[in-house]
């Protein structure tokens, strides 16, 4: 079994990395088969090669947003099955931050092709990441919130 940092990095490499390196080889088949087919069928690297040269039209016409809406909640769950897979004990509402991670970046997806932040077109690729800070920022809140709410009743 990998350690907790290590199984985020390699999550974060790619969707079932980690279950691999935990032995879980099933799963970790299953989730780079379909992060392999989203990916595919999205034309995401070519968006992401787009959007690393500046050209952000580009890439919003080449992104097919239909199959990558599918993506955000694809890779955070894995991320989150990986991490999971590491603690020796069950961790209260360890999930929250990876939920509230998928629903910010999807909400990021689903603007990036017209919200501009300071001016600034943003794209498939830029706007979906930066929504990822304040998404998980405000899953670790609740996530805090609710057990100090839980350890005073």
């Known amino acids: 079994m990998i350690n907790r940092r290590e199984a985020f990095l390699w999550s974060i490499?790619?969707?079932?990395?980690a279950q691999l390196l935990?032995?879980?080889h099933i799963k970790g088949i299953l989730f780079i088969f379909f992060a392999v087919l989203v990916n595919?069928?999205?034309?995401f690297n070519e968006a992401i090669l787009l959007s690393f040269h500046g050209d952000i039209k580009s890439a919003i016409v080449q992104v097919d947003y239909q199959w990558l809406m599918f993506y955000p909640c694809l890779y955070f769950y894995a991320m989150w099955d990986s991490f999971k897979d590491t603690l020796k004990e069950e961790e209260?509402?360890?999930f929250v931050p990876f939920v509230f991670g998928a629903y910010f970046v999807t909400v990021g997806l689903i603007y990036s092709s017209s919200l501009k932040l300071f001016?600034?077109?943003?794209?498939p690729v830029w706007l979906p990441f930066l929504f990822m800070f304040p998404g998980?920022?405000?899953?670790?809140?609740?996530k805090n919130l609710v057990i100090r709410l839980r350890a005073r009743n």
Not at 13 to 17: H, Y
Not at 136 to 142: K, Q, R, T
């Open 13 to 17: 490499v790619f969707p079932g990395f």
């Open 22 to 24: 935990n032995g879980k």
């Open 40 to 43: 595919v069928k999205t034309n």
């Open 92 to 94: 209260n509402y360890l």
């Open 119 to 123: 001016g600034l077109l943003f794209g």
């Open 136 to 142: 998980v920022g405000v899953g670790l809140l609740l």
